[in-house]
């Protein structure tokens, strides 16, 4: 399998793109997908499915022009929805654009298979009330939004934002993985579960 990171947007937002053998998954397209489009073309993956870690605007405003050139379906959690009547959903604020509305379906946690590959689908909120969580065993990989960077973590000042609630949703979901777990943050670089349970200055005594 195959895991590809774009940097897209004006806020440089992580897009995944996680690839079986002929089958891929995106996750978060933040901005223009004409790079992930030309990496599928190239190889002659069929996207299945575009997965959003949460819904702030951007993480998702590439999501239409993906679906569109794919018709894969959006999919992302329904405690978010809410967002999407605001700035932090549709963008337009800060001097940003606004994004273009997108068509998408409610994805809850559980075990679901994208691409072929198994994927345990964790609620994992703090940053947003409905910040998911993708771990793919196989891939040794879970893809967190803005849950939790290279000795950091995500914002808890927005909207549905709570400290709390994400220093707990780190503790039960994400350090309770594999030490060897790569954590794929919606900015920033990789890091691992074991690198940031013994060395992430928000946990420290973990």
């Given at each position: 399998m195959t895991i590809k990171d774009y940097q897209l947007g004006p806020l440089q937002t992580n897009c995944y793109l996680l690839a079986g053998e002929t089958e891929a998954v995106a996750i978060d397209p933040g901005g223009d997908p004409a790079p992930v489009l030309a990496f599928l073309e190239k190889s002659g993956l069929t996207l299945t499915h575009i997965l959003n870690t949460h819904l702030h605007f951007d993480h998702t405003a590439g999501n239409k022009a993906l679906s569109d050139a794919t018709g894969a379906p959006v999919l992302g959690n329904k405690r978010d929805a809410y967002l999407l009547d605001t700035w932090l959903g549709k963008g337009g604020?800060?001097?940003?654009?606004?994004?273009?509305?997108?068509?998408?379906?409610?994805?809850?946690?559980?075990?679901?298979?994208?691409?072929?590959?198994?994927?345990?689908?964790?609620?994992?909120?703090?940053?947003?009330?409905?910040?998911?969580?993708?771990?793919?065993?196989?891939?040794?990989?879970?893809?967190?939004?803005?849950?939790?960077?290279?000795?950091?973590?995500?914002?808890?000042?927005?909207?549905?934002?709570?400290?709390?609630?994400?220093?707990?949703?780190?503790?039960?979901?994400?350090?309770?993985?594999?030490?060897?777990?790569?954590?794929?943050?919606?900015?920033?670089?990789?890091?691992?579960?074991?690198?940031?349970?013994?060395?992430?200055?928000?946990?420290?005594?973990?």
């Open positions: 604020d800060m001097g940003l654009p606004l994004i273009d509305p997108f068509e998408w379906d409610n994805l809850e946690p559980g075990a679901r298979a994208f691409a072929g590959l198994e994927c345990r689908i964790l609620h994992t909120p703090g940053h947003s009330e409905g910040s998911l969580t993708f771990y793919f065993p196989e891939a040794k990989a879970a893809f967190v939004g803005d849950l939790i960077f290279y000795r950091s973590i995500g914002r808890t000042d927005f909207p549905g934002g709570d400290m709390d609630v994400l220093k707990r949703s780190v503790k039960e979901h994400i350090f309770t993985l594999p030490d060897e777990t790569v954590i794929l943050s919606g900015h920033g670089p990789e890091t691992t579960v074991g690198d940031e349970k013994n060395h992430n200055p928000f946990f420290g005594g973990f």
